[in-house]
C-alpha cells in the first residue's frame, strides 16, 4: 500500500533522467544510488530502462530489504543482476559504489533529528557521488503532494 500511496517509480526515475540530462548534457546517465531504499522499487525501475543501468540501494530495514528483494528483484535475473542492496544505516554505509545520481526520496532527508545531523548526511552523499553527480531529495511526500485528491482504491477485501 505503501508503494501506491507515495511512489511512481516510472515517473520518479524519467524526471531524475531528464533533470540530469539538463543539468549535466550527459544523455544517459547509468549509475544511480537509492539511499532509505525500502522495497528497492525505484532501483528496479531505473536499471529496467536500460540494459546498461545499475543501481544501488542502501537502508537500515533488513525485513524491508528482504521483501523488496523477494518480491521486486528476484523475479528478473536480468534486473536482480544490475541491483545491489545495501543493509546499512546511510551514515556509515561502506563498501557502496560511487554512482552518477543519488536519491533520498520520500523526505527520507526530514528524518535527521538535527541541522547538524542533516548537513553530515549530505556531506556523505557529495562523496558518495561521482565527479559530476547529482543529489535529488524531495522534501515533503512525492511528487504529487501538492497536487490535492482523493481516491478509494480496492486492496484485498478492504476500500482504503
Keep these: 500500500m505503501y508503494e501506491q500511496c507515495v511512489q511512481d517509480p516510472r515517473r520518479e526515475t524519467n524526471s531524475i533522467h531528464s533533470i540530469f540530462r539538463e543539468l549535466t548534457g550527459k544523455r544517459n546517465p547509468l549509475s544511480l544510488r537509492e539511499d532509505f531504499c525500502g522495497t528497492a522499487i525505484l532501483c528496479r525501475e531505473w536499471v529496467s530502462k536500460s540494459s546498461e543501468r545499475w543501481a544501488v540501494g542502501v ?13 521486486r528483484l528476484d523475479s528478473d535475473a536480468s534486473v536482480s543482476a544490475r541491483v545491489k542492496l545495501f543493509e546499512a544505516d546511510v551514515m556509515t554505509a561502506q563498501g557502496v559504489p560511487k554512482t552518477e545520481i543519488l536519491v533520498a526520496l520520500n523526505y527520507g532527508v526530514c528524518f535527521f533529528p538535527t541541522f547538524s545531523k542533516l548537513v553530515a548526511y549530505l556531506k556523505r552523499c557529495h562523496e558518495a557521488l561521482q ?12 511528487y504529487k503532494a501538492q497536487m490535492g485528491s482523493e481516491k478509494v482504491r480496492q486492496h484485498g477485501d478492504v476500500k482504503v
Design 131 to 142: 565527479d559530476g553527480g547529482m543529489f535529488v531529495c524531495d522534501l515533503f511526500g512525492g
Design 59 to 71: 537502508d537500515i530495514d533488513p525485513g524491508v530489504l528482504k521483501w523488496g528483494q523477494e518480491n
